[in-house]
T-cell receptor, first 114, second 112 residues
Framework: GAVVSQHPSRVICKSGTSVKIECRSL??????MFWYRQFPKQSLMLMAT?????????EQGVEKDKFLINHASLTLSTLTVTSAHPEDSSFYIC??????????FGPGTRLTVL | GENVEQHPSTLSVQEGDSAVIKCTYS??????FPWYKQELGKRPQLIID???NVGEKKDQRIAVTLNKTAKHFSLHITETQPEDSAVYFC???????????WGAGTKLIIKP
């Protein structure tokens, strides 16, 4: 149980384009989903907290207009990187919880912006 | 806000020996402390967790201890094996929104 999927696993795009990443909880309804970014050899950096049906809460320093988060249902949250630039290249990981502390992670999406 | 410090950044041990990774936290309200193992390019995997009402928890070769007074918790891996090589992260949850505050990670290297 508690499986989280993420799609796509890897994406390469040109500078200036937008990229959408999907995060799904497959066998449970997630009350909250989190979006992280991880640069090589670094820890996970929380970008935003997403609750179904409400606006995401962004961490300090994360541009909400650049990283659009939509939590349309209890099993799906999407992160759209708008007007991507090479410095946005990173490993993006989502996680989900269901009314407890334990976070279940998706497999991550490797974004490369050329 | 909460701050989690993790040491060491790199730990190299001989196969079969024990490994200990330590974390300290600053917010006394933190009540949940998970440990994650992350292999290169993969998702973090929960290996063990402990809550503030418990001092120690063990699962086969892995154990976690928590000292609430000193605000530190440790991961202990006994009889290390090559497959234990990975980056290990500690984390703490300071509030009711279930956000995790992460340590910087420890790269564990098991020497054959």
């Amino acid at each position: 149980g508690a499986v989280v999927s993420q799609h796509p696993s890897r994406v390469i795009c040109k500078s200036g384009t937008s990229v959408k990443i999907e995060c799904r909880s497959l066998d449970f309804q997630a009350t909250t989903m989190f979006w992280y970014r991880q640069f090589p050899k670094q820890s996970l950096m929380l970008m935003a907290t997403s609750n179904e049906g409400s606006k995401a809460t962004y961490e300090q320093g994360v541009e909400k207009d650049k990283f659009l988060i939509n939590h349309a249902s209890l099993t799906l949250s999407t992160l759209t990187v708008t007007s991507a630039h090479p410095e946005d290249s990173s490993f993006y990981i989502c996680s989900a919880i269901v009314a407890t502390d334990t976070q279940y992670f998706g497999p991550g999406t490797r974004l490369t912006v050329l | 806000g909460e701050n989690v410090e993790q040491h060491p950044s790199t730990l190299s041990v001989q196969e079969g020996d024990s490994a200990v990774i330590k974390c300290t936290y600053s917010d006394s309200a933190s009540n949940y402390f998970p440990w994650y193992k992350q292999e290169l390019g993969k998702r973090p995997q929960l290996i063990i967790d402990i809550r503030s009402n418990v001092g120690e928890k063990k699962d086969q070769r892995i154990a976690v201890t928590l000292n609430k007074t000193a605000k530190h918790f440790s991961l202990h891996i006994t009889e290390t094996q090559p497959e234990d090589s990975a980056v290990y992260f500690c984390a703490a949850t300071p509030g009711s929104n279930y956000q995790l505050i992460w340590g910087a990670g420890t790269k564990l290297i098991i020497k054959p």
